[in-house]
């Protein structure tokens, strides 16, 4: 480790970042310790407890972190604030990609479902970029306008296809983006998350100097493709990992790096800890109140993740009009 890397880690661990890491331990225990099951009261408790309860908030905090950290990316090679995975269309992409895996596929393993999402996360990705280069933007709002109507189109075609082929369920239950089914055997390729994140580090660097535009990339001596190409394939790694396993999360990628770069800036590799931990403690919250809003039944994540995101994307609407006036 170099003598810079090594400050960045201990200068990292500030009073802050250490509460936290405190806030994000003790949402964990709580979502340990929230369940309809009585897991001090039956035999089996314990067992249940390692088996649903302990796969289902490390599903929360590997997927909430993929989102977070792809939201962010995104934001720094389009250089917008309102890019994430579900203003770009990346997230119907995936969906699509699933659709039409369980239409070729009649009973698809879950690999097979996470190839078709990546895939088509990876090609409506590469889409929108492409599209932006040839649009001239007078305004920040033209870029999430322009992936929410490819994002509808998209949708549209879903639903076209999921109805001639019977197959509307499998895309509603995509849609809810819920955790209720997590349990020990179908969670575990969501460790893929921690390889991303890794590989997002060691080119944290070059996709911020990406972020600076295409010239001044370029003058500094990157390759501007290059690195546009690996971040696009990062995050639709881990949108469609978290697409085939969870299923939509809405305004996650959004709420949580605008949050971060208004309070610390736009540096990645500083900022991808607070990113991680700042969504994991998001979506526990989010799934603690959807499992006990209407206890023992739950509503899906997804439900309050939208309302939440909804909430803070207008705010962020009028925050950045009344600073442009």
């Known amino acids: 480790m170099s003598s810079s890397q090594g400050l960045t880690i201990k200068g990292m661990w500030t009073k802050s970042f250490v509460l936290m ?28 407890f390692f088996i649903t309860r302990v796969p289902r908030t490390l599903a929360l905090m590997l997927s909430s972190a993929a989102m977070a950290i792809s939201g962010m990316i995104m934001q720094l090679l389009t250089q917008n604030r309102f890019v994430e995975p579900t203003t770009t269309g990346t997230i119907e992409w995936a969906g699509l990609g699933l659709l039409l895996i369980y ?25 929108f970029f492409l599209l932006l280069r040839k649009v001239k933007l007078k305004s920040s709002l033209i870029v999430p306008i322009i992936g929410i109507m490819m994002g509808a189109v998209v949708s549209a075609f879903s639903t076209f296809l999921g109805l001639v082929f019977n197959k509307t369920q499998s895309i509603e239950i995509w849609f809810q983006g819920s955790f209720a089914s997590i349990q020990r055997g179908r969670y575990e390729y969501l460790w893929v998350i921690v390889l991303v994140t890794i590989i997002i580090y ?13 010239d001044i990339a370029t003058n500094l001596g990157l390759n501007y493709n290059r690195i546009i190409l690996i971040g696009t394939a990062l995050v639709s790694l881990s949108v469609g990992v978290v697409a085939a396993v969870i299923g939509n999360l809405p305004f996650l990628g959004l709420i949580v790096p605008n949050i971060v770069s208004m309070i610390r800036g736009d540096n990645l590799k500083e900022n991808l800890p607070w990113v991680a931990l700042v969504g994991m403690a998001t979506i526990m919250a989010c799934d603690i109140l959807a499992r006990t809003i209407i206890a023992p039944f739950e509503v899906p994540v997804s439900l309050i993740l939208g309302t939440l995101g909804s909430v803070v994307f207008i705010s962020i609407l009028l925050y950045q009009r009344r600073k442009h006036t």
């Not at 310790?33 to 009261?41: E, H, K, L, P």
């Not at 996470?114 to 088509?120: P, R």
């Not at 060691?202 to 295409?214: N, Y």
């Open 103 to 127: 239409i070729i596929i009649p009973a698809p393993s879950l690999v097979q479902r996470m190839s078709g999402a990546i895939v088509f996360s990876f090609v409506g990705t590469m889409l």
């Open 21 to 48: 890491v405190v806030i994000t331990i003790i949402l964990a225990i709580i979502s340990l310790a929230t369940g309809a099951y009585d897991i001090t009261g039956q035999s089996d408790g314990w067992e249940m």
């Open 202 to 214: 060691i080119f944290a660097d070059r996709l911020t100097l990406a972020s600076l535009g295409e």
